[in-house]
């Protein structure tokens, strides 16, 4: 698979810019630690608080120079506003395998054609520049919303997985898991995504 990890990629559209994720972000992701701490009700890694971001930060930058994950920050161009973080991780190349996750946007992001747009540059970009041949993203069994947007933008449900480890604090739950093959990207998938995205362009 062609990926450098030390290589800053820009993932952009009319609608979304995707730049790498840096520790001068906090400023930027502060209120959504400080003021929707559920956003986190449902991920391993919570960014809430002052603090809590901090490390959420750190811990991702750490991982991209460990060549494990890589994280981006999201801007809504059409706000003008940083919307959140999604990133990279778990790359196989021998399998020709990504997953992308530790998605999330503010409150006032959702629902807002954002997400699609973002899934759209991240599918395009690990298929047609990384040489990926399945995308792989998943979410808690309890988490429709996300499972609702993974369907939404073209992925699968494929497996189901019984998390019996312990989160810190807190027992991790089941996840059910989602793909989408490099043949459904270029057969219909990106296609029918484009056009989902156009109607929030216009």
């Not at 190349?93 to 990504?98: A, K, L, S, T, Y």
């Not at 998605?103 to 992001?109: E, I, N, P, S, V």
């Not at 298929?127 to 947007?149: C, K, P, T, W, Y």
Request: one cysteine or more; a negative charge; glycine letters at 6%.
């Amino acid at each position: 698979m062609n990926f450098d990890f030390a290589q800053d990629y820009i993932l952009e559209d009319e609608v979304a810019l995707l730049r790498p994720l840096d520790i001068n972000d906090e400023e930027h992701l502060l209120p959504f630690a400080l003021h929707e701490a559920d956003l986190f009700t449902y991920t391993w890694e919570k960014a809430i608080g002052a603090d809590g971001l901090r490390t959420y930060l750190q811990n991702a930058i750490q991982a991209r120079q460990d060549q494990k994950e890589y994280a981006f920050i999201v801007w809504d161009k059409r706000v003008k506003r940083y919307a959140g973080t999604t990133r990279f991780y778990d790359l196989i190349p021998e399998r020709r395998f990504v997953q992308i996750g530790y998605t999330w946007y503010g409150k006032a992001f959702q629902g807002s054609g954002l997400n699609k747009s973002c899934k759209f540059l991240l599918f395009r970009f690990a298929f047609e520049h990384m040489g990926a041949e399945q995308v792989e993203l998943s979410a808690d069994v309890n988490n429709h919303r996300s499972i609702g947007a993974m369907k939404s933008v073209g992925c699968e449900p494929y497996g189901y997985v019984v998390d019996e480890t312990v989160c810190p604090g807190e027992s991790c739950r089941d996840r059910l898991h989602f793909r989408l093959l490099k043949s459904d990207w270029e057969q219909d998938v990106k296609a029918n995504l484009a056009l989902q995205i156009k109607q929030f362009t216009v």
